[in-house]
């Protein structure tokens, strides 16, 4: 039977790569967004470990360990701190609340695995399609792409120059959005080559960007639709698919 992890994180993508990682070693996962149900679902689930964060919206993290270690039927559970928000001296008062290990963020896997593994044996790795693409919806953020480029294809014809602009704004966020994502991801997990894959995104925003002000100036001339497909279609892809690489790198370096 799987053991049961149990992570109490307020940041929701902070929560999903916990979870990907750690399934993706056959642990069973369940979560706390503000920690106050932290001793309840403890009790319930009796996990054999627990990932805390210290900064909590509802209540501290170093409070709710305090509580964890005062309860003799679950002080004996493992408690590894996870935080990016530990000041100078945070981490004496982390190991005074009774936390048997501290990890600051941004994390790098390994070690992170790495100190799970001391608590707990861990299984075979697995690269699960949510550990390399579920984190950051990047196949529903493509869908949505995808269909607003739809959208605009069908006004180009008509010629409202105000509604297909309007349309051009929703693209715009949305790619931008996706590629925040990707940078926060790499961004919590350390990854070196996190520089390299912003110019790949500076190029595609910079090519879109550049053919939207051309369009304000000239109207949208004949092979603005194939442009902005290629770009859209071709280099995000090409840019995502950087961003796959690296995950199945880290995969290799994690197992």
Same mark, same amino acid.
């Given at each position: 039977?799987?053991?049961?992890?149990?992570?109490?994180?307020?940041?929701?993508?902070?929560?999903?790569?916990?979870?990907? +990682?750690? *399934?993706?070693?056959? /642990?069973?996962?369940? %979560?706390?967004?503000?920690? #106050?149900?932290? $001793?309840?679902?403890?009790?319930?689930?009796?996990?054999?470990?627990?990932?805390?964060?210290?900064?909590?919206?509802?209540?501290?993290?170093?409070?709710?360990?305090?509580?964890?270690?005062?309860?003799?039927?679950?002080?004996?559970?493992?408690?590894?701190?996870?935080?990016?928000?530990?000041?100078?001296?945070?981490?004496?008062?982390?190991?005074?609340?009774?936390?048997?290990?501290?990890?600051?963020?941004?994390?790098?896997?390994?070690?992170? +695995?790495? *100190?799970?593994?001391? /608590?707990?044996?861990? %299984?075979?790795?697995?690269? #699960?399609?949510? $550990?390399?693409?579920?984190?950051?919806?990047?196949?529903?953020?493509?869908?949505?792409?995808?269909?607003?480029?739809?959208?605009?294809?069908?006004?180009?014809?008509?010629?409202?120059?105000?509604?297909?602009?309007?349309?051009?704004?929703?693209?715009?966020?949305?790619?931008?959005?996706?590629?925040?994502?990707?940078?926060?991801?790499?961004?919590?997990?350390?990854?070196?080559?996190?520089?390299?894959?912003?110019?790949?995104?500076?190029?595609? +925003?910079?090519?879109?960007?550049?053919?939207?002000?051309?369009?304000?100036?000239?109207?949208?001339?004949?092979?603005?639709?194939?442009?902005?497909?290629?770009?859209?279609?071709?280099?995000?892809?090409?840019?995502?698919?950087?961003?796959?690489?690296?995950?199945?790198?880290?995969?290799?370096?994690?197992?």
């Amino acid at each position: 039977m799987a053991k049961t992890i149990l992570i109490v994180e307020d940041d929701a993508l902070c929560m999903k790569l916990f979870c990907d +990682l750690l *399934e993706s070693h056959g /642990f069973k996962t369940i %979560g706390s967004t503000d920690g #106050t149900d932290a $001793l309840a679902l403890a009790k319930k689930h009796r996990p054999a470990l627990i990932i805390m964060d210290i900064k909590l919206p509802e209540i501290s993290g170093i409070e709710r360990i305090k509580a964890l270690k005062a309860d003799e039927d679950l002080q004996d559970i493992p408690v590894i701190v996870v935080t990016g928000y530990a000041m100078v001296g945070d981490e004496r008062k982390i190991m005074l609340s009774g936390s048997d290990s501290y990890i600051s963020k941004p994390i790098a896997v390994p070690h992170f +695995l790495a *100190e799970i593994k001391k /608590f707990i044996r861990m %299984g075979p790795f697995r690269l #699960t399609k949510s $550990l390399l693409t579920g984190h950051i919806g990047i196949d529903a953020e493509h869908d949505s792409i995808g269909a607003l480029l739809n959208e605009l294809k069908d006004l180009l014809p008509a010629g409202d120059e105000t509604a297909c602009f309007k349309k051009i704004e929703e693209i715009t966020q949305t790619i931008s959005n996706h590629f925040a994502h990707e940078e926060k991801v790499m961004d919590l997990l350390d990854y070196q080559g996190i520089e390299e894959h912003k110019k790949e995104h500076r190029c595609v +925003l910079d090519r879109y960007g550049d053919l939207v002000e051309k369009a304000k100036t000239d109207g949208f001339c004949e092979g603005f639709e194939d442009e902005i497909t290629a770009i859209l279609v071709h280099d995000m892809i090409r840019a995502d698919m950087d961003f796959k690489v690296y995950m199945t790198e880290l995969s290799e370096r994690s197992a």
